[in-house]
């Protein structure tokens, strides 16, 4: 019972935390505004208004498309560490974002830089180019299928790179440039018309995910555990990495390159709360969230009249995270 309130306190504090933060990350831009008239121009007809476009054309969207990314990347990175038993897997480790990355390089080189919304349809594509390749490599295999994965996708990732390079070598120099701050990830081309994808992919790999998660705990055990437990590992397996992916692909052609978002919140919560209960799960995706909101406020507001690729802030913080994490462990030895 003290282990249930505990999850509900954690729960009840993470979801107080992501409404303050939706709500104050609508004032801070290149033009400040209150948080009194953040609160009328969402709850009053003040339509027409400066302060209103400002807010809910232009604010409002990008807030809620970081907050999906952080959330949808979170819950897939703890997936994915649970699945494959390894701490450091990651959405980004197994060729996703660098196949989404060759979709759009493909398609700047070959249609220019004012594509649009085809843009996104590229990232798509490759992304989901990346995940057939990864399960037709290592997906059949029933022995040894995590090793056969991650190496499969760091394989993938290498390659797609290295093809992206070479492109970029032989496009023009003005499509290169926004290419870059692209794969870097940004919030900027977050719109209403295009933020319903994003949301109802995230929501429904996410609440499938939740209703697998006593196959989850089971798969803690290791691999002989969970069969006994009446768990179908491979296919299990197979099934998340597909949902993981398709989070990751989804944000990938909305947002570009997000490093070390999957992989550093999960080990934050876990200071905190178990991530094997349903509460545990649903504060891991809250953390994400409302930590990507916070960085892409930093990023708008930490220089002025220019805006800094979210992937460089949340890369910098991530390498801080793990060095702190590798030291302060080195001292308990």
Known sequence: MRMLNNHSIALLVTVLAALFTLFTALSYGAADTSLTDVFKSIFTSTEGSFNTRIIVELRMPRTLLAFLAGSGLAIAGLILQTVTRNPLADPYLFGISSGASLGVVILMAFVGISA????????????????????????????????????????????????????????????????????LGSFARAQWATLWLPFVVIILCTFTMLSFRRQLNAMLLGDESAITLGVRVHRFRILMLVLSSLITAVLVAMCGGIGFVGLMVPHIVRFFISQGSLSGLLVTSLVGGTFMVWVDVLARTLLTNQELPVGVITAAIGSVFFLSLLYFRKRQV
């Open 116 to 183: 649009g919304f085809a843009l996104s349809a590229a990232a798509l594509a490759g992304s989901l180019v990346a995940m057939s390749l990864l399960i037709l490599i290592a997906g059949r295999q029933q022995s040894g299928q995590v090793e056969s994965m991650l190496l499969a996708g760091v394989a993938l990732s290498f390659l797609f790179s290295a093809f992206t390079s070479l492109l970029l070598y032989w496009s023009d120099p003005q499509a290169v440039a926004a290419i870059l701050f692209w794969t």
